[in-house]
């Protein structure tokens, strides 16, 4: 299973970005897939996730509004489109997936995330 993260980039703040994740060796279905970030000396944060079978979404606070996850599964991939940017989101981003039927408490929690992808960083800056 390899999950590929590509999107990332230099943007202005206020400026968006769309980061995708596509998925091979799994087809991603209605698994629960996820979208985390890690910034430099912090540890890697909960960003949002999509749970197919139930088309609920989940989101942290800070990026409520202003980011969107959504997913083509004909393409077996996932998307991450993040508008409104802001200084502080600057991070690696990383997708993620869960063969296992986490409760939704559980789903912000990293280390039920059985599959990574290797990052794409994203950089908020003028």
């Known amino acids: 299973v390899q999950l590929q993260a590509s999107g990332g980039g230099l943007v202005q703040p206020g400026g968006s970005l769309r980061l995708s994740c596509a998925a091979s060796g799994v087809t991603i279905g209605s698994y629960v897939m996820g979208w985390f970030r890690q910034a430099p000396g912090k540890e890697r944060e909960f960003v949002g996730a999509?749970?197919?079978?139930?088309?609920?979404?989940y989101y942290t606070d800070s990026v409520r509004g202003r980011f969107t996850i959504s997913r083509d599964n004909g393409k077996n991939a996932l998307y991450l489109q993040m508008n409104s940017l802001k200084p502080e989101d600057t991070a690696v981003y990383y997708c993620?997936?869960?063969?296992?039927?986490?409760?939704?408490?559980?789903?912000?929690?990293?280390?039920?995330?059985?599959?990574w992808g290797q990052g794409t960083q994203v950089t908020v800056s003028s």
């Open positions: 999509d749970r197919r079978s139930t088309g609920s979404k």
């Open positions: 993620a997936l869960t063969v296992s039927r986490p409760i939704m408490s559980s789903i912000p929690d990293p280390s039920i995330y059985d599959y």
